[in-house]
Structures are given as structure tokens and as C-alpha cells.
């Protein structure tokens, strides 16, 4: 495997953003060298049949980072820049979020690089099963715990749930979290993600002594995590501004309809054809007056290069590393609070953990029960990190990467080396 084969901008700022951390910690130079590497690392091929009638060879990863503190855990997602390094980033960074909040998990991804939107029914069923046969012995629910990310959805879980199930001959709902509720998903799954990110939100505002009511906000991308920030956000009283997705961005000072959005992102599978507010670009977008930024879209948004221009208060990192360390000092210069990726996006992890553990007891909680639940850990986890923040005169991101790597690091410590 080539060394080219790893390197991206994601992998690239996981790397510098644990050897940061780690420094700070002092961490034991062995256990250090240990984590900066993948447990597993899978490339596969995907041979998917074409409604043309053509075999077209897909490429599949499956990246498995530390499993110190139980399972793996991570999504799968479908994207057409998916790269090992990707997935190498954004398994590592599932690591720390797990263990963050405290969960019995650790850190994986998976993908597979496709579009999607190109693809038939027919054909994203086909490329699903096929994907998950090659990873299949590697996966299970004491083992590695797929779930949807970019690009895939409650459907894909279940073609993969059932793909998983007809190899071992019974059902097993537990081997993927995010399914649909009838087949042994969770209330609340779907809308965990962003509904967590407005849960930091919320108490960031608190502590900036903000009211929440009559702020702006700006959230960059559309998908499953942007769409139910917007939407949230709304109903405590946040006049939206802006929005985008792939095909572009919205905007409207005295606030764009969201309710209206929704409906064309619904219909449209996307923003496409929208006629409400005034088009610019995402990275316009980025830049807008507000007072709480969302980028809620693909890593390395927000850069040195336009950090310096972002006009917001508070920055909640929806996606998986969208701002890389250059712009983390700038944006310190600015007083701009972030609330960074590892504790922002947690919800969905946290929920898919309250889902596999729903199904491994065949008991199942309201989804009253589980935001309830949700909240309870992501404020515990925020508190956790602010005050420490405080405490040490350290940005809320490194905090937050220091407290999931020591845990991690403890944790093997404890078990020791198996060489």
C-alpha cells in the first residue's frame, strides 16, 4: 500500500491535531505511536451489476482505528472523494469522540466512493450487499458496528442488517444502528446528529449569555445532520439567514422560510430549484454575518484562508473536521467560541449506542427517553470540556481531543502491549 494511499488534508489535520494534543499530555511515546496508526485498515472491491447490464467495479474501505474500549463504531459513507485517508480521519476522530462521552466504543469508518444520486435503487441495493459481504467478517455486534453517514441512510442500514443476517441465518439487528424503527431501530436516530449540535448550541449560548431567541444562524450544508439543525434551530426562536448544499447557497437577511426549504430538500433531494432568498456560493456563505455558524458539510471549510473573514459568535462543528489549525488560532484571536467536531456531532454516535443496546436487550425506551438521555450526556460532556477549558486557558478543541485521548490512552495502559 503506498504511502499516497493515506494522505489527504483529513488525514493530514487528524494527525496534527493528536500530535498536538498528545504533546500536551505528555502522552507515553509508545502508546503514542500506537494510536497514530489503524488497527485495520480494508480495501475492497465492489463489483456492482448496472441496470445497463454492465458490471462496474466499485471501491470499498472499511477502517477499524482502536477498539480499547469495546466495539468499533463508525459510519459508512458514499461519497465520490471517499479515499482511505478519509476514512483512516475519520476513524480516528470516532475514537476520541467515543471515549469523550464516555461510550464503550471505539473508532471506525467505512465507505465506499460512488455518487449516490447516480446511482438506481436497484443499483445501490446491489452495491450495498456486495460491499457488505466483502467486509462481512469483520463486522458484527460484538465486533464493528456500522452506521449511516454521508450519502447512505436508514435503507442502506437495512440492506446491510439483512445482507449480515442471511450469512449467519437468523435475524441480527444489532450488527448496524440507524435502521429504520420496524426492523429494530431507535426513535430519535435519525434526528440525533443535529439535534445534539442544537443541544451545544444552546448551551453555548448559555454561557455566553446569549439569548438563543433572536439569533441568526448560518448552517452549511443540507443533508441529514444540516437539515434538522435548521429545523431545531426554528423552533427555538433562530432566524435561519442562510443555508446551502451541493448545488449552492441561499440567503436571506430577514430569514429564509425553513419549513419551505424542507419541503423542496424533501421532494428535490436537495436545494436545487429553490426559489427562496438570494443565491451565493458556499463559500459566501461561510462568511455572512450571524451569530451561530453550523458547517455542517465536508471537512477543511474553514481554512487560514478565510478564517479571518467568518463574522459569527459561536462556531458548532456539524461536520467532521471542517477547520483546520491555522484557522483554529485565528478564529482564538476572534473571540469566536468554537464547539468543535468531537463534541458537536456526538449525538449520533450516542444515540446509535443507546440503539445497539436496545437491540442486544430487545427492550426498547421512547424517544422522550432518548433525547432525554442524549441531552444528559452531551451537556455532561460539554461542561466537562468548557471547564477544563477554562481551567487550563486551552481551546475548547484541544480539551476536547486531550480528554478522549487520555481515556484511550489509560485504558491501554492498563491492558497492556500484546506483542
Given at each position: 500500500?503506498?504511502?499516497d494511499e493515506w494522505q489527504c488534508p483529513a488525514s493530514e489535520l487528524a494527525m496534527k491535531q493528536f500530535d498536538v494534543a498528545s504533546a500536551k499530555l505528555n502522552l507515553d511515546p509508545n502508546v503514542a505511536a500506537r494510536l497514530r496508526r489503524p488497527g485495520r485498515a480494508m480495501i475492497v472491491s465492489v463489483p456492482t451489476r448496472m441496470d445497463?447490464?454492465?458490471v462496474h467495479v466499485f471501491t470499498g474501505y472499511r477502517v477499524q482505528h482502536n477498539d480499547v474500549l469495546g466495539p468499533f463504531k463508525g459510519g459508512v459513507r458514499y461519497h465520490p472523494e471517499v479515499s482511505l485517508g478519509e476514512v483512516s480521519a475519520l476513524a480516528m476522530w470516532m475514537t476520541w469522540k467515543?471515549?469523550?462521552?464516555?461510550l464503550p466504543l471505539g473508532g471506525a469508518k467505512g465507505g465506499v466512493a460512488c455518487d449516490p444520486a447516480?446511482?438506481?435503487r436497484n443499483e445501490l441495493q446491489s452495491l450495498t450487499r456486495r460491499y457488505t459481504a466483502e467486509i462481512l467478517n469483520f463486522i458484527g455486534p460484538e465486533v464493528d458496528v456500522p452506521a449511516p453517514d454521508m450519502g447512505t441512510n436508514e435503507q442502506v442500514m437495512a440492506w446491510i442488517m439483512d445482507t449480515y443476517s442471511q450469512h449467519k441465518g437468523h435475524a441480527v439487528p444489532e450488527v448496524v444502528t440507524g435502521k429504520p424503527v420496524a426492523i429494530g431501530g431507535t426513535h430519535g436516530r435519525r434526528e440525533a446528529t443535529g439535534r445534539g449540535v442544537v443541544y451545544m448550541i444552546t448551551e453555548a449560548a448559555n454561557y455566553l449569555g446569549i439569548g438563543i431567541t433572536g439569533c441568526t444562524a448560518v448552517v452549511q450544508g443540507f443533508g441529514n445532520v444540516g437539515s434538522v439543525v435548521t429545523q431545531e434551530l426554528a423552533r427555538l426562536g433562530v432566524t435561519v439567514i442562510g443555508v446551502s448544499d451541493r448545488t449552492g447557497g441561499y440567503f436571506d437577511a430577514k430569514g429564509l422560510p425553513v419549513e419551505k426549504l424542507l419541503e423542496v430538500a424533501d421532494k428535490n433531494h436537495s436545494l436545487e430549484g429553490c426559489t427562496y432568498g438570494e443565491m451565493i456560493t458556499n463559500e459566501e456563505l461561510l462568511e455572512l454575518k450571524c451569530d451561530i455558524l453550523v458547517p455542517a458539510a465536508l471537512e477543511m471549510q474553514i481554512t487560514e484562508e478565510n478564517a479571518g473573514r467568518l463574522q459569527c459568535r459561536i462556531l458548532a462543528e456539524g461536520a467532521n473536521g471542517p477547520t483546520d489549525l491555522d484557522a483554529d488560532s485565528i478564529l482564538a484571536q476572534k473571540n469566536v467560541f468554537v464547539i468543535p467536531d468531537i463534541l458537536a456531532n456526538a449525538g449520533g454516535v450516542v444515540v446509535s449506542y443507546f440503539e445497539w443496546v436496545q437491540d442486544l436487550q430487545n427492550f426498547f425506551w421512547t424517544e422522550d427517553e432518548v433525547?432525554?438521555?442524549l441531552r444528559d450526556i452531551l451537556t455532561k460532556a460539554f461542561h466537562e470540556v468548557l471547564n477544563l477549558s477554562l481551567k487550563e486557558d486551552v481551546g475548547m478543541r484541544s480539551v476536547a481531543l486531550?480528554?478522549?485521548i487520555k481515556r484511550v490512552a489509560t485504558a491501554m495502559l492498563w491492558r497492556s502491549l500484546y506483542a
Amino acid at each position: 500500500m503506498s504511502r499516497d494511499e493515506w494522505q489527504c488534508p483529513a488525514s493530514e489535520l487528524a494527525m496534527k491535531q493528536f500530535d498536538v494534543a498528545s504533546a500536551k499530555l505528555n502522552l507515553d511515546p509508545n502508546v503514542a505511536a500506537r494510536l497514530r496508526r489503524p488497527g485495520r485498515a480494508m480495501i475492497v472491491s465492489v463489483p456492482t451489476r448496472m441496470d445497463d447490464g454492465r458490471v462496474h467495479v466499485f471501491t470499498g474501505y472499511r477502517v477499524q482505528h482502536n477498539d480499547v474500549l469495546g466495539p468499533f463504531k463508525g459510519g459508512v459513507r458514499y461519497h465520490p472523494e471517499v479515499s482511505l485517508g478519509e476514512v483512516s480521519a475519520l476513524a480516528m476522530w470516532m475514537t476520541w469522540k467515543c471515549s469523550l462521552v464516555g461510550l464503550p466504543l471505539g473508532g471506525a469508518k467505512g465507505g465506499v466512493a460512488c455518487d449516490p444520486a447516480e446511482l438506481s435503487r436497484n443499483e445501490l441495493q446491489s452495491l450495498t450487499r456486495r460491499y457488505t459481504a466483502e467486509i462481512l467478517n469483520f463486522i458484527g455486534p460484538e465486533v464493528d458496528v456500522p452506521a449511516p453517514d454521508m450519502g447512505t441512510n436508514e435503507q442502506v442500514m437495512a440492506w446491510i442488517m439483512d445482507t449480515y443476517s442471511q450469512h449467519k441465518g437468523h435475524a441480527v439487528p444489532e450488527v448496524v444502528t440507524g435502521k429504520p424503527v420496524a426492523i429494530g431501530g431507535t426513535h430519535g436516530r435519525r434526528e440525533a446528529t443535529g439535534r445534539g449540535v442544537v443541544y451545544m448550541i444552546t448551551e453555548a449560548a448559555n454561557y455566553l449569555g446569549i439569548g438563543i431567541t433572536g439569533c441568526t444562524a448560518v448552517v452549511q450544508g443540507f443533508g441529514n445532520v444540516g437539515s434538522v439543525v435548521t429545523q431545531e434551530l426554528a423552533r427555538l426562536g433562530v432566524t435561519v439567514i442562510g443555508v446551502s448544499d451541493r448545488t449552492g447557497g441561499y440567503f436571506d437577511a430577514k430569514g429564509l422560510p425553513v419549513e419551505k426549504l424542507l419541503e423542496v430538500a424533501d421532494k428535490n433531494h436537495s436545494l436545487e430549484g429553490c426559489t427562496y432568498g438570494e443565491m451565493i456560493t458556499n463559500e459566501e456563505l461561510l462568511e455572512l454575518k450571524c451569530d451561530i455558524l453550523v458547517p455542517a458539510a465536508l471537512e477543511m471549510q474553514i481554512t487560514e484562508e478565510n478564517a479571518g473573514r467568518l463574522q459569527c459568535r459561536i462556531l458548532a462543528e456539524g461536520a467532521n473536521g471542517p477547520t483546520d489549525l491555522d484557522a483554529d488560532s485565528i478564529l482564538a484571536q476572534k473571540n469566536v467560541f468554537v464547539i468543535p467536531d468531537i463534541l458537536a456531532n456526538a449525538g449520533g454516535v450516542v444515540v446509535s449506542y443507546f440503539e445497539w443496546v436496545q437491540d442486544l436487550q430487545n427492550f426498547f425506551w421512547t424517544e422522550d427517553e432518548v433525547n432525554k438521555k442524549l441531552r444528559d450526556i452531551l451537556t455532561k460532556a460539554f461542561h466537562e470540556v468548557l471547564n477544563l477549558s477554562l481551567k487550563e486557558d486551552v481551546g475548547m478543541r484541544s480539551v476536547a481531543l486531550m480528554i478522549g485521548i487520555k481515556r484511550v490512552a489509560t485504558a491501554m495502559l492498563w491492558r497492556s502491549l500484546y506483542a
